[in-house]
């Protein structure tokens, strides 16, 4: 069996309860393929998790855009690994380049939150610009390559950009950890996803899903869904 292709939705901060619904029914009600071939994790602010979660279909899953380094405590505004458990929320993105750039994350800030996160049985999605910080065997990390330059910006990579930048990531998984996680890891790609650009990159060897920043806020959502038949075709 390949990997499975992985779409991820990055609400960031966006959304007031209107939306959160109108999007959600979008996503109720959009054909998709069935979730042997696609994995669907959205993303929204923290405040709005448990009732995307709870009104969702069943086969979407739900990621925190964010949690804290270390077990909670007294770290005012902070959420907690623990809590996204108790939640019942299973994946969480880590290392975004929002938060990098404007909050001053760190390579080894985000490797710790990294670690710690999947200590505690969550998911990760664990975001790096051009390098690759971190890594954990034996549980489930998914890499998105995002280049800051795409990001929100409407200039897409290419997928000859983005495979080029995949390929060497998974060369560099096979080299310092395996080749089993090397070709398990899924590697995806996110800056400028759109309904109109995501078959194309679909279609490259080493580009395994996507996530979608502003895109994942439309009904276009469900097209970058549905671009996952183009690794069954
Ligand atoms: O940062 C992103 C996803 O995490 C990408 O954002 P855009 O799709 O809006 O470029």
Redesign the pocket.
């Given at each position: 069996m390949g990997r499975k292709f992985f779409v991820g939705g990055?609400w960031k901060c966006n959304g007031t309860t209107d939306q959160v619904e109108k999007i959600v029914k979008t996503l109720n009600e959009g054909q998709v393929p069935s979730p042997d071939v696609v994995e669907v994790v959205v993303s929204p602010p923290y405040v709005f998790l448990p009732v995307v979660k709870s009104q969702l279909r069943p086969e979407f899953q739900v990621a925190a855009q964010n949690c804290w380094v270390k077990k909670g405590g007294a770290f005012t505004g902070e959420v907690s690994a623990e809590m996204l458990v108790n939640l019942g929320v299973p994946w969480v993105i880590l290392g975004?380049s929002e938060r990098r750039a404007l909050l001053g994350e760190s390579n080894e800030f985000v490797g710790d939150k990294v670690a710690y996160a999947l200590s505690q049985g969550l998911k990760v999605i664990a975001c790096v610009g051009e390098t690759l910080e971190q890594r954990e065997a034996g549980s489930t990390v998914v890499i998105a390559y995002?280049p800051v330059w795409?990001?929100?910006t409407g200039k897409v990579a290419t997928p000859d950009q983005a495979q080029e930048v995949h390929a060497s990531l998974r060369d560099w998984l096979r080299i310092n950890v395996s080749p089993e996680v090397a070709e398990s890891t899924r590697i995806i790609y996110?800056?400028?996803?759109t309904g109109a650009n995501c078959k194309e990159l679909a279609a490259k060897h080493d580009v395994d899903g996507f996530?979608?920043?502003?895109?994942s806020l439309k009904p276009e959502f469900i097209d970058i869904i549905n671009s996952a038949t183009v690794k069954t075709a």
């Open positions: 990055n975004h995002e795409a990001i929100g996110g800056g400028s996803v996530l979608v920043g502003g895109a």
